[in-house]
């Protein structure tokens, strides 16, 4: 039998509209309106069907379409006015100074997960969306940074929920020729690939990029002919349960990535990990300097640390990555072998020193490693971090522990109302998401009338009760619901009630279920006549994780019972969409997390920080 080939057919777009092809493929549309509103106007019904994945919508509409916007004056004026104000993005001059990188030197920013918008699933929660995040505002900045990833076929799970309320998972094949991506090809013209020795073989790798305004992504895909079914699954899904294909994972991220930005003749000159999942891009990148400068290992890894930021986001020790040091032990190997020190000397950097070998290795403590700069996403969990890894400086008082803070924000374009976006446009300045560090700009906040932003608050929120209403609606059909709570689902929520939003990630810890403590204060509260609430719940528990889904299933029973089903909802598969719809449309934004046990004594009595003054030891952490 021959081999089947699929193809797929596209509509000839005319030349007056082929800046809308290009458009589609550069993610700077999905934080810009006038680029928003555009696809919008092609066929609004079509735009919101197909998830606002303008590659996939494209291919959706039909030449006759194409053929009467090729000749619409308005349709032209506002595609021209959208292609000027994208031209207009490549040629601003970046005010940062202190860069002052060459042509082929670049910051790397390496992560698992990448949140830049729902047509995008390859991120799960708030790392992902940090991550984004980043890119797009070192695109608004001029920052040259370039980011790194993976490409997941499947990405992370859709949820559902059954009759009973029991979250359900689904794994959607994610069709990359849907998405706004091409493969990077060297300069003979062959798709660049990379290998990775490892104890089952060799990882290889081809590499995809996704334009963010200025900023490229990397992503690293083994979903390839020539590799073996166990090297193709590495790239399916996005935080694998299978502690084998997870290390592969994150061998991948880590030493794949350096080894990309290398074959496009790059090189890191700072390195930011997201999170211990790219540790082992420590690795590499000594190995890389050690080549490219002639250094020697202990030098390498001085030039390593000294320019590499690691953020850590997690506060609770268990989340932090650990895998069997057998997992691990064959791609250390050839490091170890290069490096000429001990094979379980270079292990010993996954754990803490003088402590017993209980045949773990931290991705946590081994990024650590690498890194000069060390930081927290906020204030307090600075705090909380320095008291959970005290253990590994032991000689220093809490507040000295080496890790810091940065308050994370969001990238405000991304999230802002159209309505809010016009209000500020007026009251501020044309051009004010340019300039959003101007102290100027910032005090003539003050000039908007109360009045004005309380009335763009309110069409805000009625937008998220008409959202819930439809997202409700079509999860009650899904379950073919009877007749009589489809109707209530229509007519959900009230715009003119306080809204109260809590979305998260369902783990215990984040205790989603401290409103139902009281359940009949809560009752008194939705149900009253002069001052009543209404509450949205939304968010999805780790696919293991039995007692988030247990919390999950609780929100959702309450929310049945009569006289206030209309007043507390949960909707399904939280993504970037829903989020934004919450995030624009809430009075109050709930968070309610327990703050985690400081501990991680138990770990050892031997440090990893040394003083500067003491000799460099291979295996310790010179702070």
């Given amino acids: 039998m021959e081999k089947m080939q699929i193809y797929k057919v ?9 800046f809308l092809d290009y458009l589609a493929r550069n993610l700077w ?21 197909i998830g606002k994945n303008p590659v996939a919508f494209l291919s959706t509409i039909s030449q006759r379409r194409f053929d009467e916007l090729s000749k619409d004056e308005s349709f032209l004026g506002h595609l021209n006015r959208v292609k000027g104000k994208f031209e207009r993005m490549f040629s601003y001059v970046t005010q940062i100074k202190e860069l002052n990188l060459g042509p082929k030197e670049t910051i790397a920013y390496f992560s698992m997960e990448f949140g830049l918008h729902e047509s995008l699933p390859f991120f799960a929660g708030g790392l992902g969306v940090l991550a984004g995040d980043h890119l797009k505002a070192a695109s608004g900045l001029g920052i040259p940074l370039t980011g790194v990833g993976l490409l997941f076929h499947e990405g992370y799970f859709r949820q559902f929920l059954d009759h009973n309320g029991w979250q359900q998972e689904t794994y959607p094949i994610n069709d990359v020729f849907d998405l706004p991506v091409q493969k990077v090809k060297d300069s003979a013209g062959y798709d660049i690939m990379i290998e990775i020795p490892g104890p089952s073989g060799v990882i290889r790798a081809c590499v995809w990029q996704l334009r963010v305004g200025r900023i490229k992504l990397l992503l690293m ?30 061998v991948l991220l880590g030493i794949g990535g350096v080894k990309v930005l290398t074959a496009m003749d790059l ?21 890389m300097i050690m080549d490219k400068h002639h250094l020697d ?3 390498a890894f001085q030039v390593c640390k000294r320019t590499s930021v690691f953020t850590t986001h997690t506060p609770v020790a268990a989340g932090h990555d650990e895998f069997p040091k057998t997992l691990v032990r064959g791609y250390i190997k050839p490091y170890a072998e290069k490096f000429a020190i001990p094979e379980e000397e270079l292990l010993s950097w996954g754990e803490p020193h003088g402590s017993k070998d209980t045949g773990k290795f931290s991705m946590f403590i081994f990024g650590v490693r690498f890194s000069g700069f060390i930081n927290g996403v906020s204030r307090l969990h600075g705090q909380v971090a320095r008291g959970m890894w005290q253990s590994l400086w032991p000689r220093r008082h809490v507040e000295e522990i080496p890790i810091s803070h940065i308050t994370n924000g969001i990238h405000i374009c991304s999230y802002l109302s159209r309505h809010k976006n016009a209000l500020f446009e007026r009251y501020i300045s044309s051009d004010w998401s340019n300039r959003i560090s101007d102290p100027a700009l910032i005090s003539r906040i003050d000039n908007i009338e109360d009045a004005d932003l309380w009335h763009v608050h309110e069409l805000d929120r009625s937008n998220l009760i008409r959202k819930c209403r439809e997202l409700l ?26 809204t109260i939003c809590f979305a998260r990630r369902f783990a215990a810890y984040k205790r989603a279920a401290l409103l139902l403590k009281d359940p009949q204060r809560l009752i008194k509260l939705l149900s009253d006549d002069e001052k009543p609430v209404q509450v949205v719940f939304a968010g999805k528990a780790h696919p293991n994780d039995t007692e988030g889904k247990e919390i999950i299933k609780r929100i959702v029973e309450f929310a049945r019972i009569q ?39 138990h770990l050892g009595h031997e440090g990893i920080g040394q003083r500067r003054t003491e000799p460099f030891h291979p295996g310790r952490l010179v702070v």
């Fill in 10 to 18: 596209y509509p000839a777009i005319p030349e007056a509209l082929s």
């Fill in 29 to 49: 549309w999905c934080w810009n309106p006038e680029a928003i509103e555009l696809f919008h106007r092609i066929n609004s019904t079509q735009w919101e069907k």
């Fill in 221 to 250: 895909d083994t979903n390839l002919p020539g590799n073996p079914k166990a090297v193709r699954d590495i790239t399916s899904r996005l935080y694998d349960s299978d502690g084998e294909r997870r290390a592969a994972q994150e």
């Fill in 267 to 287: 090189f890191p000159t700072i390195c930011h990990m997201n999170e211990g999942h790219c540790s082992f891009a420590g690795l590499e990148r000594i190995s």
């Fill in 297 to 299: 290992f202990p030098s």
């Fill in 473 to 498: 609606l079509a999860q009650y059909e899904r379950r073919n619901a009877p007749r009589n709570i489809l109707d209530e689902a229509v007519s959900v929520l009230d715009h003119r009630v306080l």
């Fill in 563 to 601: 006289g206030i089903r209309h007043r507390v909802v949960f909707i399904e598969n939280y993504d970037i969409n829903i989020a934004r719809y919450m995030v624009q449309g809430c009075d109050v934004w709930l968070n309610t997390p327990r703050r985690p046990q400081r501990g991680l004594r």
